[in-house]
């Protein structure tokens, strides 16, 4: 058999070797001699391609799908517009450290750099949005940088690499050889753990008073949510998470305290604050956690473990910094640390979540958010994978949807990307057949990617979509009230669309619900649709703010709770 091929027929090959079941592409002039390949080979039943409606869905449905499956995601555009498409998808992935290989057509090399049509430098514009990329110009080279694409994207710190492959080298022919990509030159992953710093840690861990175990994505992405189960456990210690960790510890679990910060729950907030140990393990004390840094956690010792070195010391100093995957820490740090007693410092936070839970009135305008959320999860009994959109449909979820599996809540963390949720839930769907998947959503954001209905209908994916209702860009208002006396500027969309006419006119199914009582019978009716979207609209109380909140640069002093 030869192993003459031309460029497309690399790159496929290539995904094959690399487990690709399934990839999110929009076609266009410059990927058409990959396209051309691959009609053959989805009709062959190699792969399955996904067609969205606009390349962000792209980037968003690959996401969605590597973070409910742990794969690497893939999606592919087409030079120019369909590259520059994909660029807020791909900032997306970077920076919540999602694995995607991003394959983008590029001019034949004999018109780059002459303003040729449907010309960019995808190259340059990525650089500061991907973990690395790519401008493929020789063909000899294609298969190997597909095979070191895949191996970075997932390896280390995962996110996303893109691939910028002119028309001309998909087109032209190679020799294609096996290669199994082991390492790279000056592409470094930690793999030693700094044994003695482990040793001291467990030691802090087993003496300490006042612990706090602080957890991040980076403890699903290694896959250590049982270690982490298994060290507070053994040592009694409360955990809270961030948005990206939701989901790394069980949310039901008795030593679970929410996500702390700006909208986290307060006795989440209060325990990092008035710890005296915090223990962070793939988490990266983002600014939504610690507002002003320098009035964050005073009197805490720090333990930070995170596979990233740029991550450590950077917005915290640690008393104890260790590199390396969180995994492979915790096996070592576990069987260290000795069992601790709970005692003044667990009661302590128990009576402070006694007194400050989450809480809400029953609004008189309209139906309470957290009543629809508190629903969703009664009725999919905490099961479904949860997408959410940007905003207080957001917060609300990450408050009241309890996540007791990784890979279950899906949200724009970093990037805080309105128009995620939906082609994120299409993604996690197309990944997990068997799953119920819900996008809880606002009725602003759930407009920047509607188009991706006809991707649902086309492919029968049963997406449902919890729109929370309340004829604003809420999240906005909420600011403007609080912080801007009540200056309503430009944050009113009430009425546009009718969703229930939209869904009908795309062919799916739609309901709108405005009384209380009738929430839990259209979620019900909505979880028996398995062949095409059902869109819930929630008409919400319009001016309901989402609390706790702690305002931005600010600290747990300044926490509001009503």
């Known amino acids: 058999m030869s192993n003459k091929m031309i460029g497309a027929d690399a790159i496929l090959k290539v995904f094959e070797e690399e487990?690709?079941?399934?990839?999110?592409?929009?076609?266009?002039?410059s990927v058409i001699p990959i396209y051309d390949r691959l009609y053959h080979a989805v009709a062959d039943g190699r792969f399955r391609h996904v067609l969205p409606r606009h390349e962000q869905g792209?980037?968003?449905?690959?996401?969605?799908?590597?973070?409910?499956?742990?794969?690497?995601?893939?999606?592919?555009a087409?030079?120019?517009?369909?590259?520059?498409?994909?660029?807020?998808?791909?900032?997306?992935?970077?920076?919540?450290?999602?694995?995607?290989?991003?394959?983008t057509g590029q001019v034949k090399t004999t018109a780059i750099g002459k303003d040729s049509f449907q010309e960019a430098d995808t190259w340059g514009v990525t650089i500061p949005i991907t973990k690395h990329n790519y401008l493929v110009k020789n063909v000899a080279d294609l298969p190997d940088i597909v095979r070191e694409a895949f191996y970075i994207a997932r390896s280390g710190r995962p996110g996303p690499?893109?691939?910028?492959?002119?028309?001309?080298?998909?087109?032209?022919?190679?020799?294609?050889?096996?290669?199994?990509?082991?390492?790279?030159?000056?592409?470094?992953?930690?793999?030693?753990?700094?044994?003695?710093?482990?040793?001291?840690?467990?030691?802090?861990?087993s003496e300490a008073e006042r612990p706090v175990l602080y957890i991040g994505g980076g403890v699903i992405a290694s896959g250590a949510c049982d270690l982490v189960k298994q060290l507070a456990e053994k040592a009694?210690?409360?955990?809270?998470?961030?948005?990206?960790?939701?989901?790394?510890?069980?949310?039901?679990?008795p030593l679970s305290f929410g996500m702390p910060g700006m909208h986290g729950t307060a006795y989440a907030s209060y325990a990092l604050n008035k710890a005296g140990l915090i223990i962070a393990i793939g988490a990266r004390f983002d600014d939504r956690v610690t507002g002003d840094p320098s009035k964050f956690a005073v009197g805490a010792r720090i333990i930070h473990i995170d596979v990233d070195a740029a991550e450590l010391n950077k917005i915290k100093k640690a008393d104890i910094a260790i590199c390396g995957d969180a995994r492979?820490?915790?096996?070592?740090?576990?069987?260290?640390?000795?069992?601790?007693?709970?005692?003044a410092w667990e009661a302590e936070l128990e009576d402070y979540r006694a007194r400050h839970p989450l809480r809400y009135e029953t609004p008189s305008d309209g139906i309470a958010p957290q009543y629809v959320v508190e629903q969703l999860y009664k009725i999919t009994g905490g099961e479904a994978i949860i997408s959410t959109e940007v905003g207080q449909n957001q917060m609300w979820a990450a408050q009241y949807y309890k996540v007791d599996k990784p890979r279950h809540f899906l949200s724009s963390g970093g990037l805080g990307t309105m128009g995620y949720g939906f082609p994120a839930a299409i993604g996690a769907q197309v990944g997990n057949p068997d799953k119920v998947v819900w996008d809880i959503a606002g009725d602003g954001s759930i407009q920047m990617c509607i188009q991706e209905l006809a991707t649902c209908i086309q492919e029968k994916l049963p997406v449902k979509v919890a729109i929370l209702n309340n004829c604003y860009l809420g999240m906005v208002r909420q600011w403007q009230d609080l912080?801007?006396?009540?200056?309503?500027?430009?944050?009113?969309?009430?009425?546009?669309?009718?969703?229930?006419?939209?869904?009908?006119?795309?062919?799916g199914v739609g309901y709108k619900v405005s009384d209380p009582e009738d929430v839990a019978p259209a979620i019900e009716k909505a979880m028996e649709v398995d062949d095409r979207p059902c869109f819930i609209d929630f008409k919400v109380?319009?001016?309901?703010?989402?609390?706790?909140m702690i305002p931005a640069g600010k600290s747990f002093d300044d926490l509001m709770l009503t």
């Open 328 to 343: 492979q820490v915790l096996e070592m740090l576990v069987p260290l640390v000795k069992p601790r007693s709970p005692g």
């Open 541 to 548: 109380s319009k001016e309901e703010n989402v609390f706790p």
């Open 236 to 253: 009694n210690i409360a955990v809270v998470h961030t948005l990206m960790g939701k989901g790394g510890f069980p949310e039901t679990h």
């Open 19 to 29: 487990g690709v079941e399934v990839m999110f592409g929009f076609p266009g002039g």
């Open 58 to 76: 792209a980037a968003h449905m690959a996401d969605g799908y590597a973070r409910s499956t742990g794969r690497v995601g893939v999606c592919i």
């Open 483 to 507: 912080f801007y006396e009540k200056r309503y500027s430009f944050v009113s969309i009430c009425d546009v669309p009718d969703f229930v006419k939209l869904l009908d006119a795309y062919g």
């Open 78 to 103: 087409t030079s120019g517009p369909g590259a520059m498409n994909l660029v807020t998808g791909i900032a997306t992935a970077y920076m919540d450290s999602v694995p995607l290989v991003a394959i």
């Open 161 to 205: 690499v893109l691939i910028d492959i002119h028309s001309d080298v998909s087109a032209a022919e190679c020799t294609f050889t096996e290669r199994h990509i082991e390492q790279l030159r000056g592409y470094r992953p930690p793999v030693t753990v700094d044994q003695e710093a482990v040793r001291k840690a467990a030691e802090w861990i």
